[in-house]
């Protein structure tokens, strides 16, 4: 869909493309204190596994290996397609590619959620879930539910930023890019986004390490 | 109709306006609640600040009323609520957003030469995810309050208070998100928006304030986050991360509390540091003293108040090397603060002072700042922290601090920049009268606490021996006088509004950006991009005349 | 020595006595700040008010040279000032060897107090003066804080862990104990005496309190009923670390890490045995978190500590 109008930058910006770098720089101030958020989780993570190094292994046993990995697998696709879709933005006249790009994005986005369902269905099983289906395994002592604590806690906040990352690409789909906004002209709104998902792809990248290779090496 | 004036403010008429100004260009409801104005969001957040410092200020009504006797008023339990609320309210309500949402969404935007903030719809998000969290303590409130002190310890928090502490904690986790939106607004905003020549050393040092602590919330808040988060998680499943009873540590969520939390009295204080330095030069009529070292001081205030928290944890169980290390660096975050008393003091060597209530307000800042500041000395000392650390001291020390000082210049700047918000001006008698009358009142309501806190009182008390009454009666007694000098201002500001006499454009005859438009300034603020050939502060008082950041000179 | 000072509050321990001489020096260094300020600002709002004739010329514009100086001088004293402060923490938190020591455990809202010989107090401590008295100290509950106005010490009781404070009162009387963590309902009233008497009066007083067993011989049943000495006793057949002569020494763990025995430590092998097995042993130590209350816990590490130990624990 062309653009009939040119686009103009808002009222309190000289050119659009001030506007493109400024929203830029403020998705990674933004992303910079998401980093701090998880980083502080992590941080209390670390200080608990060395204080219980044996315990934090025996409860990680129950780790579902395959689910995590494949999911680390479909997120570091998901980043591949997002970089091709702004790709495709700075390139073609036409959407097309752009669009083809980000459904795939989405598409790669709700696997996740889905293995992930899929394996929380398995932990709760495994009974690794505290307080609602809990029980102490051999070797795991009282400190072992630390660890599944810090599990549903940073998996959870992560699937909420996965989730709203979705919600922004297919904001973009349905919306910015439906209304012809999104142009080799101007695709920052588009690159905003991609910084935002590589960062959910980076955190992951972190927690996966944390949960699902304790005491395997 | 007021016509009597103090401080030679000439009597402008105002200019005939090209635009409607910013208050009168639209009015319907809608056009205020999806408002993307940074003026008009500032006046929201006004509003919603104001409500809660009479909330929270309540709280505190009751509090001294109680202390006036060993016997008390209230029930223990109500008690302990009021103290905790009021703790809450007063930091996350109050102090952090005060200066910040008003005074910085007004005017950063105006002092840098931009037509608004980066993200305008971000900052009215901002709003609304304020009076969301406001919301969610407010429920808290009624339903009877936390029990836990605004600082949550566990396991105090988490298994044994009654009251309701998840309700509180997710009110403050919420409100982090609309800090966090507010502070990176502002530094997107002052880094990619400033008018051509406004270099980073000609801003004025109220930017600076305000850059330096979005610069800490953005790095601190996001720690609150978690923490309050898994505060919440552990108060509602009943196991969590600091769960004492399957190893955890409780001094951990100590450590990460304060972590966020010495910076947040950081937050609390850098604006009014700003506030002080933007009214002292104009009520002066010289240039601030060392405005290169007062900005150096500001940001080194910001950096180094990551490295400090744990001195509130002298006696809490922490090695004695840690210790050490924490007093060390307590020390040299005070250093940057004695430096721009220094500065604001000597800032009024050989200038022309007059004694508008803006500048008793900012002078009244930097001497209880400085009051405040030395009994911080004492308590970074380690030997005399151990006996004074969980004392009313300590609750004298952050007053003095957190409602002399910020509260002082929040006023000032109210009063200050009132004519240019609001087209009026406030009947400067009665304005004199409430800042002398508030320095009074506050004095005699902290200091005897200072004699309180080393004599041995611990503090979060609801009562005590009979021993120590008298001193808490003259505080109590102190509390009612600082009431009414909080009451006034809306009494007679909120006059001014509709009787006041009509302010020009620089009734002050500042030099800032923000003076050369009209009061009340027209929606876009500036009809065409300024160009800035100078830093601020261009008094000369030796010809009583200044010249304006775009160059133009003019008498006083 | 101080007496004079109006409103200065007793002091009443060595401990003290040495803060004492910081506290006045940088009471008086901040008035001496004040009066500066003040006395600055005062000249300057007088001298060059509004209207005033005083020359305006020749403004200082060359800052630096002040603002390095004065930055110079303050960054000085207040080296000074953490120095000193730092030094005297130190000796604060390193206790000497003990004449006596008392266990305390702070609960809402009291505190249980309990002598090495098993005579038992709550909300109020009897010492002897002039003796190093070295308290030992557990929370039931939430996080507490064991304040004495008078002696100038103070340290937070934390749940999970053992705190130590030790203090040498210098003059006989009967002085505040506070708790100054906000701990509740009842924080404001959790208040106690710590009476301190004369060597001969709080000998009298100690066998005049009726007790039968002495902390440490509490502990031992305590070792038996829960069956600790069927490894660690001596005529187990487990291979299980002795405990005669422990206290106090350097004990090396599995991981490689070197702790000293100390209170916290014997604590921490109790409730968590599997993340304190010591080096060479098998980790089959069952733990006993849930089992034992802060009070037995503090008799058996009096127990332990009867067996024979090192020089006192250092923090």
Redo the contacts between chains.
Sequence with gaps: MPADTELMP?????TLA?QG??AQ??MW??L???T??????IF?YF??RT??PH?FAAAAKDAVLWCGTLNFVILVTSSLTMVLAINAAAQDVRPNRMVRWLIMTVVLGCLFLVVKGYEYYLDFQDKVV???AFEVKPGE???G??FW??YW?ATG?HAIHLTIGIGLVLYMLLWRIRRGEISPAYYAPLEVVGIYWSFVDTVWLFLYPCIYLVGRS | MSTTTFG?VPADEPTAATEPSYLTSENTIASWLFTRDHKRIALLFFASVTFFFFVGGAAATLMRLNLAAPEGLLQ??VY?RMFTMHGIIMVWFFLIPSIPTTFGNFFI?MMIG???????RVNLLSWYVFNLSGLVVLFSLIMGGA???WTF?V??ST???NGYVLAAALAVFINGFSS?MTA?NF??TI???RAPGMTWMRLPLFVWGIYAVSVVM??A???L???T??LA?ERF?????F??????????WQH?FWFYSHPAVYIMILPSMGVASEIIPVY????I??YA?MTIALMSIAILSFFVWAHHM????I??YS??FF??MT??V??PS??K???W??S????????DAPMLYA?GF??LF??GG??G??L????????L???YFVIAHFHYIMVGATVSAFFGALHYWWPKMTGRLYPEMWARSAAILMYVGFNLTFFPQF?LG???M????????PEWQSWNLLSSAGASILAIAYLLPLLYLGWSIFWGRKAGPNPWRASGLEWATPSPPPK?NFEE?PVVALGPYSYD??NDTFIDQEGVLHAR | MYHWIP?W?DTAAVNGV??NN??IA??A??GL??VT??A??VT??VR????AS???????RE??H??IA??IA??GL??V??V???????W???PPPADEEVYIVGK?WMWKVEHAGGQREIDALHVPVDKTIRLVMASE???H?F?V??F?????V????L?TLWFKANKTGTF?L????????????MQGEIVVMTGPDYARWLTSQGVEESLAQQGADLFRAHGCSGCHGENSTVHAPSLSGLYGTQVHLQDGSVRLADEAYLRDCIL?PR?FTVAGYPPIMPDF??QLDEGDMLKLIAYIKSLGGGQESR?
């Design positions: 808002e009222m309190q910006y000289a001030q770098e400024t720089f403020g101030v933004f910079t204190q998401e701090i958020f998880f980083g502080a989780l209390t200080l608990y204080t219980y315990e505290p307080v609602v002592g009282s400190a539910v630390l604590v810090f806690v906040l | 030679g223990p339990a302990n935007p931009a037509r608004d903030l980066a993200f305008p029990d836990t002190g310890y396991p105090l298994v044994y208070a966090i990176l530094v997107v880094h990619k928006m953005l790095t808040t996001p720690v986050a978690m923490d988060f898994l998680v499943i009943g196991i969590g991360l769960d004492v009873r399957h190893g955890a540590d409780a001094i951990l990460m002066a009529r010289r240039p003293f060392g070292g002298f006696v809490a169980g090695s004695i210790g050490v007093s060390l020390f040299f005070a250093v004695a430096i008393v220094f500065n003091t000597v009024l060597h050989k200038g022309r002072i007059s004694f002078l930097v001497l400085t009051l030395v009994t000395l004492m970074a000392t380690l030997a005399v922290d151990v006996d650390h969980g004392t004699v080393y004599l041995g611990p503090r979060r008390s609801y009562t005590y021996p876009h991009t008082p030796e | 409103f509050p040495v803060v910081l506290y940088e009471l260094l901040s700040i004040m300020v003040v600055m600002m300057f709002c060059y008010r509004d209207g005083t020359s305006r010329a020749n403004l200082v800052t630096w002040f603002e004065w930055t303050t960054l207040f080296l000032l953490f000193w402060g730092a030094q005297i923490y130190v604060l938190y390193q809402q509950d939430v996080i804080s304040f106005p008078a100038r010490i103070k340290h937070d934390v749940p999970g862990t705190e505040r506070e708790c100054t963590q906000y701990c509740g309902l009842q924080h404001a009233t968590n993340s978190s849930g923090r």
